[in-house]
């Protein structure tokens, strides 16, 4: 008599669970709004900022900023491109939370790419702290720098 009874609990266990996670769902959602003036919003790492990708995206619902190393003539650098104009982006690439963020330079006219030059390549235990602002709006994100051990045309 006792097994039936465990037997009819694992059977109805995850229909229960199912069914109180979709209403939950149900009460709890909301839709997204865009972003209000004087608020702050934190960007989501995105998970090929975590591996040799190249890229790091960071994003919050329909604002998201896209992050590439380079080298070049002028040496090492990150380039932020952002999907909406920009007044400023600051941004410290360090393995300490200490090191004070550097403003990065515009680089077109939209203000929506923008560049910042580096010492050399961050080594993959340094961290990307990021502020960004458009008008009365500020977004802020925190990523990590594997994405910058995919190979680069002319780095060594």
């Known amino acids: 008599m006792g097994n039936r ?13 199912m069914a109180g996670w979709w209403a939950s769902g149900l009460f709890a959602d909301h839709e997204p709004v865009p972003a209000q003036k004087g608020s702050v919003y934190p960007l989501l790492e995105k998970s090929n900022c975590r591996y040799a990708s190249g890229r790091c995206l960071l994003e919050n619902v329909d604002f998201t900023i896209a992050l590439t190393y380079g080298f070049g003539s002028d040496g090492h650098f990150l380039i932020a491109q ?66 910058i051990e ?6 060594q």
């Open 5 to 17: 009874h465990l037997v009819i609990a694992l059977m109805v266990t995850p229909l229960l669970a």
């Open 82 to 147: 952002a999907s909406h104009p920009l007044s400023n982006i600051l941004l410290a690439v360090a393995e300490d939370e200490q090191s004070a963020p550097q403003a990065m330079e515009r680089r077109d006219t939209e203000r929506q790419e923008w560049r910042l030059a580096l010492d050399g390549r961050p080594s993959a235990a340094a961290r990307i702290r990021l502020v960004a602002r458009n008008a009365d709006v500020t977004w802020y994100g925190d990523a990590a720098t594997h994405f």
């Open 150 to 155: 995919a190979p680069v045309p002319g780095v």
